[in-house]
């Protein structure tokens, strides 16, 4: 059928045209009033959403605490949900899973172009400095100390082959040194803070949780240097759009990453 008339004045409908127009507003104003619509708005909406974040729990407990204080406090409608992630890989498989919108991972090195794979773009924000951490009643928090004092001593990590702390394990050898051997492993940055802090033991932690804890656990730092900066990145799916909440906590990231972590780029 014919749906349109070319007239003088213009194009107009014809009847055939004007019962689909009818038919089609009431089709779009079910829609508008059905879930559909409401979820397609709500997601393009960027003072509002969900979004799910996949964090180790080494940036979990340091810079994500400022990244989500800020972007909480300047959106407080979006729903953010934190899903732990204890052994990152350079996989991600939550994100290929659609499980999570981003992730925060500490990276061996920089990728290339911004790329870690064919499937997954990655930023990095700024490079997180290790350093070597005594409780304040610790025996060796005023001495002059090395690494080489320190193998035989009790040690509280992650496993040294989880991809933060084999960072670690490389400063040792890079000395000549074997890595320490570990009493106790955990990816519990609580339990490791509350036991260096009461002095037995030693770990090595990144400079953006020691800023956040080194008051409140009575921690020291030791004046090693470990040469051990990895970058803290964050990492998406190439070929997925995001929707605006997401594109601002990126905005929030890089904006914490620019002026308050204490190992910027």
């Given at each position: 059928?014919?749906?349109l008339?070319r007239?003088?004045k213009g194009?107009?409908?014809?009847?055939?045209?004007?019962a689909?127009?009818?038919?089609?507003?009431?089709?779009?104003?079910e829609?508008?009033?059905?879930?559909i619509?409401?979820d397609?708005?709500f997601?393009?909406?960027?003072s509002?959403g969900?979004?799910k974040?996949?964090c180790p729990?080494?940036?979990?407990a340091?810079f994500?605490v400022?990244?989500?204080e800020?972007?909480?406090?300047?959106h407080?409608r979006v729903?953010?949900?934190?899903?732990?992630?204890?052994?990152?890989?350079m996989?991600?498989?939550?994100l290929?899973d659609r499980?999570?919108?981003?992730?925060?991972?500490r990276l061996?090195k920089?990728p290339?172009?911004?790329?870690?794979?064919?499937e997954?773009?990655?930023e990095v924000l700024f490079?997180?400095?290790?350093?070597?951490?005594?409780?304040?009643?610790s025996k060796?928090?005023r001495r002059k100390?090395g690494l080489a004092?320190?193998?035989?001593e009790p040690?509280?990590?992650?496993p040294?082959?989880?991809?933060?702390d084999s960072?670690?394990?490389?400063?040792?050898r890079?000395?000549?040194?074997?890595?320490?051997?570990?009493i106790i492993?955990t990816?519990?940055i609580?339990?490791?803070?509350n036991?260096?802090?009461?002095g037995?033991?030693?770990?090595?932690?990144?400079?953006?949780?020691?800023?956040?804890?080194?008051s409140?656990?009575v921690?020291?730092?030791?004046?090693i240097?470990?040469?051990?900066r990895p970058?803290?990145?964050?990492?998406?799916?190439r070929n997925?759009?995001l929707?605006?909440?997401?594109q601002?906590?990126?905005?929030?990231?890089?904006?914490i990453?620019?002026f308050?972590?204490?190992?910027r780029?």
């Amino acid at each position: 059928m014919r749906l349109l008339d070319r007239t003088p004045k213009g194009i107009v409908t014809t009847p055939y045209g004007e019962a689909l127009l009818v038919r089609g507003r009431a089709a779009f104003d079910e829609l508008r009033q059905g879930i559909i619509i409401r979820d397609i708005e709500f997601i393009a909406d960027p003072s509002a959403g969900e979004l799910k974040i996949g964090c180790p729990e080494s940036i979990a407990a340091g810079f994500l605490v400022s990244v989500l204080e800020k972007f909480s406090r300047d959106h407080p409608r979006v729903k953010l949900h934190v899903v732990p992630v204890y052994t990152p890989t350079m996989e991600f498989p939550e994100l290929h899973d659609r499980k999570i919108d981003l992730a925060f991972a500490r990276l061996a090195k920089d990728p290339v172009d911004g790329r870690l794979s064919e499937e997954l773009n990655a930023e990095v924000l700024f490079n997180d400095r290790y350093s070597v951490v005594v409780g304040d009643k610790s025996k060796w928090a005023r001495r002059k100390v090395g690494l080489a004092d320190l193998v035989d001593e009790p040690w509280i990590m992650t496993p040294l082959d989880a991809l933060g702390d084999s960072f670690v394990a490389g400063a040792f050898r890079k000395h000549g040194l074997e890595p320490p051997s570990l009493i106790i492993t955990t990816f519990s940055i609580h339990l490791r803070n509350n036991l260096v802090g009461n002095g037995e033991f030693i770990t090595a932690l990144p400079r953006s949780v020691l800023q956040i804890y080194r008051s409140a656990h009575v921690l020291r730092e030791l004046p090693i240097e470990l040469s051990v900066r990895p970058p803290v990145a964050i990492v998406t799916l190439r070929n997925r759009t995001l929707t605006p909440v997401v594109q601002l906590f990126i905005q929030c990231a890089r904006e914490i990453a620019k002026f308050s972590c204490p190992a910027r780029r």
